[in-house]
């Protein structure tokens, strides 16, 4: 259930009706918005009983919340998550500006890996990607570089100051690959790792979380709950196809996941339009839909000379095809009420929150709803 606490709460009160909700054996998750405080309580809460709460000091209202995922649902939260990064945390995903990552599938060595970065963070990425530990089908393929691939994504991260991105697949590496990244990516493959799920959920690093080949949505935001009920709320959900029976693409872009996550998680929600369509020239039509159905953001496979990439070279654009790709999803961007990687933009769209705002929010009658519909355009 959640709580819902009258405006003019005051902190005394907030620190005695967590007390109260703690003592009856229920963890607590707070959500403090500008003008509202939200307390989520998760646990039993027949031991609580409604009609006891409202009484309480503070309480407004009290609302179930029938969902299996708790923090990742948009009840749990006032507003929309935007997860900060990079030294000066001015990258800023789930905000009004789109992030796109970008990178090599694998980091190869250390030119291929600096030639990439200079050249996506010219067309306008902001994140740099490539994987040091890969998940391959077969055992006889690249596996990575494992910790030297990994010093070498910090060495350009060092060089360009773009944050990097990359895959944890062990749970006895999360603190070293959290030494030397932005962001833990959590592949497709390893989903429902609960394991890794929550070893990531232990340290303070953002978490893209894929969803698995075969996940439905309600799953992933499952597995986004192992994370969170660790105490890391910085998960970003990426949809980056899944398994269907079509066999002319890599996987089947769920477009219509974008949406419905967004209705159902505050959290931020990127797309993979490479390891969706798995072929060059299917990535900048999937990510200008991606962009289209309302995504926070991108990650694309690029690399300078595909045709001798060790992994998944067929999927990747050279960088003059990035460039025209970000080229084109500016404009699908802009159409949408949307600027890519702008700061200010960014900025406005995080204190903004959501425009579709939760149904409590539009309750609740905060400013997230009007603000942000007439900011981002109506969906
Ligand atoms: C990757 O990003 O390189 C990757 C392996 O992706 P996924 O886990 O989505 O297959
Ligand atoms: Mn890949």
Known sequence: MIIVTTPDITPDALDRLI????????RTHVSRGAHRTIVGCIGDDAALGEHGLTHLEGVERVLPVLK????????????????????ARDTVIGG???VVMAGPC????RAMLHT???AVQAAGARVLRGGAFKPRTSPYAFQGMGSDGLALLAEVRAATGMPVVTEVMDP??????A???DILQIGARNMQNFALLSEVGRVQRPVLLKRGLSATITELLMAAEYVMAQGNGDVILCERGIRTYETATRNTLDVAAIPVLKRETHLPVIVDPSHAGGRAELVTPLAMAA??????????EVHPDPAHALSDGEQSLEPGAFAAMMAAVARVAEAVGRGVGSELGSELGSELGSELGSELGSELGSEHGAATAATRGAW
């Not at 299996?68 to 030294?87: C, H, I, M, Q, W």
């Not at 962009?291 to 694309?300: K, T």
């Open 116 to 118: 990439t970065a200079q």
């Open 19 to 26: 007390e109260h909700v703690e003592a009856a054996g229920l």
């Open 68 to 87: 299996p995922y708790k923090r990742a649902s948009r009840e749990f939260s006032v507003g929309d998550t935007a997860v900060r990064l990079g030294d």
């Open 106 to 109: 694998s980091v190869e060595g």
């Open 291 to 300: 962009v289209a159905a309302g995504a926070d953001g991108l990650i694309v």
């Open 172 to 177: 006895r590496h999360v603190d070293m690959v």
């Open 96 to 98: 009004r500006a789109l």
């Open 179 to 181: 030494a030397h990244a």
